[in-house]
């Protein structure tokens, strides 16, 4: 079956810096989602990428969908305090969504 | 629009008791999953339903049974109630099908002794 890895776990960073997130499958897919919830909070959607190799940009966030269509990355540039949350990926290669473990972003004022 | 509501909020529950998680959505979506979240494990999907009287087992039905009451309501009950299902509890709706956006309800609280 379809194994998902993310990493890191855990990410603290100060303020201002830089923060990635990947997320790996053994398998093909057909695209992936991801997801943020911010602490107590819900996860609520943020994108979803379906080409090989696509690229996206929200404001101050770039997801990547690998070429081969088995990882994906969430970068965000000069993470702010609102930036606090976990990130999660949802891969999809089959009708039903899985979810990745998740990163815990924390940010250092 | 309220979008996917949950009640109760939080729950503790001794050993043995039962209870019955509610959810609603108002967005007219076809599907509705149930997910449970603890440290570490990231959402895993307990139970969904892909429609309006249909209802499919998940990574971890064990101990849960589900009813699709309308297109409206999906509720999850726990028959007999462990310390291992100590977790928060998610309810999603999607438009069509699973491998669309889903949105979360606000989540459950739960805490069995």
């Known amino acids: 079956g379809q194994q998902v890895m993310q990493i890191p776990q855990y990410q603290h960073v100060q303020e201002g810096e830089d923060f990635t997130t990947y997320c790996n499958s053994s398998?093909?897919?057909?695209?992936i989602q991801w997801y943020k919830q911010r602490p107590g909070g819900h996860p609520v959607f943020l994108i979803q990428?379906?080409?090989?190799?696509e690229v996206k940009k929200q404001k101050r966030l770039t997801f990547q969908f690998g070429e081969a269509k088995k990882n994906s990355s969430l970068h965000i540039t000069a993470t702010q305090t609102t930036d606090v949350g976990t990130y999660f990926c949802?891969?999809?290669?089959?009708?039903?969504?899985?979810f990745g473990t998740g990163t815990r972003l924390t940010i250092i004022p | 629009n309220a979008g996917v509501t949950q009640t109760p909020k939080f729950q503790v529950l001794k050993t043995g008791q039962s209870m019955t998680l509610q959810c609603a959505q108002d967005?007219?979506?076809?599907?509705m999953y149930w997910y449970r979240q603890d440290p570490g494990m990231g959402l895993r999907l307990i139970y969904y339903?892909?429609?309006?009287?249909?209802?499919d087992k998940g990574e971890v039905p064990n101990g849960y049974n589900v009813s699709r009451l309308n297109k409206r309501e999906f509720s999850l009950r726990l028959e007999s109630a462990a310390p291992s299902q100590t977790s928060v509890y998610f309810c999603?709706?999607?438009?069509?099908?699973?491998?669309?956006?889903?949105?979360f309800g606000p989540g459950t609280r739960l805490l069995v002794l």
């Open positions: 999603a709706s999607s438009e069509r099908r699973p491998e669309e956006t889903q949105y």
């Open positions: 398998t093909t897919l057909s695209n």
């Open positions: 990428l379906v080409k090989s190799g």
């Open positions: 949802a891969p999809r290669s089959s009708e039903k969504l899985t």
């Open positions: 967005m007219n979506h076809n599907s």
């Open positions: 339903s892909a429609s309006e009287g249909t209802t």
